[in-house]
């Protein structure tokens, strides 16, 4: 079945530093893709989506790129703030008609100030 | 603005004694899903609904159900809470297209005493 693997956490790091979150998939067909980011106590909010291959997703200066040839659709952002600190994972939603959505494990980031 | 609504917040409940989540929605969306999510794991699909059709994971314990009495509620009944079910539960929608992305209400945190 599809699933979706991220890099384990945490990731620390200080207040301008440039942040990658690894992400990599296997699925079958073309599924789209997203980042969500969790906040303590809350929900997952939608960070940015792809739709197909080469589409860049982005929103409040993170970014990532739908990469086929290499399954992947990693996370950057060239420079963190403290208010970045949260957990963010990465998922997938299955082409096969099933209105599933796969998550990975969640990469949790703490910036210092 | 529209959003997914989920009551309570917190819900603390005995062991063994019935409770109901509820989670409404303001999308219009077709798809409805319920998540359990533990310590900012990734969240875990229990159950979603195509508009009243009701698709249950084959590990989703017969202790949860679900509700769906129109499209802006869906209901989640845990008959018989054990300590192992305290986690945050998630309500999500979709407007069932494969770009669609989830949207998430902000949870509810259920405690079992």
């Known amino acids: 079945g599809d699933s979706v693997t991220q890099m384990e956490g945490p990731v620390t790091l200080s207040e301008e530093a440039f942040l990658t979150i690894n992400c990599t998939y296997t699925?079958?067909?073309?599924?789209?893709l997203f980042w969500y980011v969790q906040y303590p106590g809350e929900g997952l909010q939608l960070l940015l989506k792809?739709?197909?291959?080469?589409d860049k997703g982005s929103n409040k200066g993170f970014e990532a790129t739908y990469r086929k040839e290499t399954t992947s659709f990693h996370l950057e952002k060239g420079s963190v703030q403290v208010s970045d600190s949260a957990v963010y994972f990465c998922a997938l939603s299955e082409s096969s008609g099933t209105y599933k959505y796969i998550f990975g494990t969640g990469t949790r980031l703490k910036v210092l100030a | 603005d529209a959003m997914v609504i989920q009551n309570p917040r917190y819900q603390v409940t005995q062991f063994g004694k019935p409770v109901t989540l509820s989670c409404s929605q303001t999308?219009?969306?077709?798809?409805m899903y319920w998540y359990q999510q533990k310590s900012s794991q990734a969240p875990k699909l229990l159950f979603h609904?195509?508009?009243?059709?009701?698709?249950n994971e084959a590990d989703t314990p017969d202790n949860f159900q679900s509700r769906r009495p129109n499209t802006s509620f869906c209901f989640l009944d845990i008959r018989s809470p054990g300590l192992g079910d305290a986690a945050m539960y998630l309500c999500a929608t979709s407007s069932a297209t494969g770009a669609s992305p989830l949207h998430f209400g902000n949870g509810t945190r259920l405690t079992v005493t």
């Open positions: 699925a079958t067909g073309y599924p789209s």
């Open positions: 999308l219009n969306h077709n798809v």
């Open positions: 792809a739709t197909k291959a080469d």
């Open positions: 609904y195509y508009d009243k059709d009701f698709n």
